[in-house]
């Protein structure tokens, strides 16, 4: 199984020659750090995106009053049915993101709040999740981490690649300080136009790399390929500017 412990030495590589690339284009600077990344069994990571809050239609029935209020009740649920969609999803499913220190501390502080002694079951589960929290916690060398579910098949490790280039370039944005947080979907169509350009080969417009890109990466939300489409109107609109001027007017009115 050590083949998948990893996302791979050339992987790796692979993705800190691309930031490079960005960076410099871009003209912000660069650390390796920004493709750091932990990876943690495909339960836990799903634990924490439960308690974050990551939206999921299978999940909304744990929103009220709150997901940590639930989480007797999601880990008794899923013990009843080991072969309900949520079961399979929280268990199997491939999945990674970039938190930010803040998200971790949050949820870490929340799951300590949880009252697990209704059930033997969520206790045993949330001492793990602690103890993988923990882990988490001391990776962190800046503001945010790359944290991924463990890949355990050889499909798993195909998508990881790719989750892991999507989650590096947000470090590599969010550490220099072009992030929206109003027009949240601007941070997810600016990763994906950096994807499509340095994931589709070939000679071919921006527009044509973004619309490839789309039938590479199925399953992923319509509006991350939405919103870069209009990150390419953008940079077409300004092309005698550099990308990052227009990155910063883009943040000065959506951000
Ligand atoms: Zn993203």
Known sequence: MDLFKGVGLLTERWVKGKLKVIASELGIPYSGKFSKYVLIDKFHYHLIEYLYGVPHPDLAKYDSPSRALNFVNLIKDLDKD??????IYMHYHTSGNAFSK????????EAEAIDTSASLLAEKIMGQLL???EIVLK??????LIVMATPESSLDKES????????AIHVLLNENDLHFDKGWYYNE????????EHLVKGEMDMAEKIRLL????????????EYA?????EFNKYSGKPKIEVIKMMLQAHG
């Not at 803040?102 to 502080?109: G, L, T, Y």
């Open 229 to 233: 489409h209009v990150w390419d109107a």
């Open 82 to 87: 080991k072969k309900s969609p949520l079961y």
């Open 131 to 133: 103890l993988q929290l």
């Open 102 to 109: 803040r998200v971790i501390e949050k949820v870490k502080a």
């Open 189 to 196: 169509g600016l990763v994906t136009y950096f994807q499509a």
């Open 214 to 225: 789309r039938g590479m990466l199925e399953g992923q939300d319509p509006k991350y390929f």
């Open 139 to 144: 990776e962190f060398d800046g503001d945010y």
């Open 160 to 167: 990881n690649k790719k989750i892991y280039f999507h989650e």
